[in-house]
């Protein structure tokens, strides 16, 4: 029997990518989709199969606010929950991935907390890794603590969760705010950047989420900002791929599901 990866979209233009969509392809999986983003405006149901039937879930980024009441992110963070926790139903845990705004909704589903930044961030930004993040099997594949990023709230890290990267934004007020990038519970992991990110899928970024440019504040140019992003991750992009390849590989080799 094959292993089943549930990767959940929130954003039509926030995709699994093709470099992980790869990487799980040639490791055996079968991916099911759930999109969330179908469900606009309204976000009314979250349709996803049984966890019994799942062997990883993938919670991908989007445009709301883990803290909005909409039934299919209510519905998602009960999902996300007994993923990673296997508290219901005597289910064995299932590790999830989650990524921006999935990551936010895995820390509440977990007990922790998410709010605005008072900034925006979208473009490459340094990360500080913990010592448990530099230990950790799969997020010390990380080499250079570079990754790009999309979102403008930040997470806590959950009670028994364990923090491997730290971050630091402008706010819009001139202050700056310190913030988890990272977290680690069981083998589910929270990253508050885009680690599938592509450069094909960047590209699709800078035109369809151009507007989010401005909500980083009168000190950028969203047209600088965008060129700036785009060239600084022509450079960057496969190194990103790769040492982003390695920990998604990693991940799945400790989960016993390489």
Request: one cysteine or more; charged letters at 20%; hydrophobic letters at 40%.
């Amino acid at each position: 029997m094959g292993k089943s990866a549930v990767i959940i979209q929130h954003n039509p233009v926030e995709t699994l990518g093709g470099n992980f969509t790869g990487i799980l392809q040639q490791a055996g999986f079968e991916l099911h989709h759930v999109r969330v983003c179908d469900g606009a405006p309204d976000f009314a149901e979250f349709d996803a199969p049984d966890l019994s039937q799942v062997d990883l879930v993938m919670a991908l980024g989007g445009p709301m606010s883990a803290n909005d009441n909409y039934p299919a992110l209510v519905q998602e963070m009960a999902y996300l929950r007994a993923a990673a926790t296997g508290d219901v139903g005597n289910q064995p845990v299932t590790p999830v991935v989650g990524i921006c705004l999935g990551a936010q909704l895995l820390s509440r589903a977990l007990g922790g907390a998410v709010a605005p930044t008072g900034g925006y961030q979208f473009g490459l930004r340094k990360i500080d890794v913990t010592e448990a993040g530099r230990t950790d099997p799969a997020f010390g594949e990380i080499n250079i603590p570079l990754v790009p990023t999309l979102h403008g709230e930040q997470f806590t890290v959950p009670a028994g969760g364990t923090l491997l990267a730290e971050g630091t934004m402008l706010r819009r007020d001139g202050g700056y705010v310190r913030f988890p990038m990272a977290f680690r519970y069981g083998p589910s992991y929270g990253f508050q950047f885009e680690p599938q990110l592509t450069l094909d899928e960047l590209r699709v970024w800078n035109r369809e989420l151009a507007g989010d440019y401005e909500l980083m504040g009168d000190r950028f140019d969203r047209e600088e900002e965008a060129a700036r992003n785009l060239r600084e991750f022509i450079a960057f992009a496969r190194y990103h791929e790769a040492q982003m390849g390695r920990m998604l590989r990693a991940l799945l080799v400790q989960a016993g599901l390489g």
